[in-house]
C-alpha cells in the first residue's frame, strides 16, 4: 500500500492506495488468492498446490496474462526517466501518479516491450545524480541468473549484459555503483528452483561458498 500525505493551506490530507498490479486486479475478481508469492508462500503444500493449479489454469485460459505482472509492487518507490515506479524484486515496474488532489493512481506495468521477454527488475535501482540515469538488474532461479541493464535519462531501457560468472542461482537482493563501476555481491544465500515449485523452502545459506563480488565497467 501506498501512502500520500498532502499539506495545503494549513490541512493535511493522508490517502492510502493499493497499487492496482494486475495480480491484485485479478484476485480482487476472484474473490481470492491465486497467483503464489515466491518469496513466502501460501499456507502449507496442500493449498499452495490447489491456489497454484488454478492460476495455472486461468494462465492456459488466458484469463491471466504473466506478461502484465505477477507480483505485489510493495518494497519501494523509485523515479526513473521522471516517472514514478511501486517496485519489487520478482515483478516489472508499475507506474504511479500522485494527482493535484493528492489521489495516488495505478497507471500499468512497464510492459511496453523494451525488457525483452525480462519479467522482474530489482526493488532497488541506482540513479546516477549527474545524468540521471538509472541501473538495475534481475535475476533468475534459471540460467540465465543475473542480467544487468539501464535506463537513458528519458527512461528508455538499453540492451541488456548478461553476467555468466554465476554458475547456480543466488539470491543477490542489492547491489552499488561508483562512477566507473557496477558492484554485484554474490553472497551465501542460494536459492532452490525446486523448492520454488514445490513452495517450500527456497531459500538457504550455502555453506560451502565463498563470498565474492561481481564488478563491471560501466558500459
Not at 105 to 124: K, P, Q, W, Y
Request: charged share 20%; hydrophobic share 40%.
Amino acid at each position: 500500500m501506498l501512502h500520500c500525505l498532502r499539506l495545503l493551506d494549513s490541512k493535511a490530507t493522508l490517502c492510502s492506495r493499493y497499487v492496482k498490479t494486475n495480480k491484485y486486479v485479478f484476485e480482487e475478481r476472484a474473490g481470492t488468492r491465486l497467483i503464489p508469492y515466491f518469496i513466502s508462500a501460501f499456507n502449507g503444500v496442500v493449498g499452495s498446490a490447489v491456489r497454484g493449479a488454478l492460476a495455472a489454469a486461468k494462465m492456459l485460459a488466458w484469463q491471466f496474462d504473466v506478461h502484465d505482472g505477477i507480483g505485489v509492487a510493495n518494497t519501494n518507490l523509485s523515479y526513473i526517466g521522471g516517472k514514478l515506479y511501486a517496485l519489487c524484486e520478482y515483478d516489472l515496474p508499475y507506474e504511479i501518479r500522485v494527482t493535484s488532489e493528492g489521489d495516488i493512481e495505478t497507471l500499468g506495468c512497464r510492459n511496453d516491450g523494451s525488457f525483452d521477454g525480462v519479467i522482474n527488475m530489482t526493488a532497488h535501482p541506482k540513479v546516477d545524480p549527474d545524468t540521471t540515469e538509472a541501473f538495475a538488474f534481475c535475476y533468475s532461479i534459471l540460467h540465465q541468473f543475473l542480467t544487468y541493464f539501464r535506463f537513458d535519462p528519458h527512461g528508455y531501457k538499453l540492451p541488456d549484459v548478461p553476467i555468466s560468472s554465476l554458475h547456480s542461482p543466488t539470491f543477490i537482493h542489492d547491489f552499488a555503483i561508483t562512477k566507473n563501476y557496477v558492484i554485484f555481491p554474490d553472497i551465501q544465500i542460494g536459492a532452490d528452483p525446486l523448492g520454488f515449485l514445490m513452495m517450500k523452502c527456497k531459500l538457504d545459506v550455502v555453506v560451502n561458498v565463498v563470498l565474492h563480488y561481481v564488478v563491471l565497467d560501466f558500459v
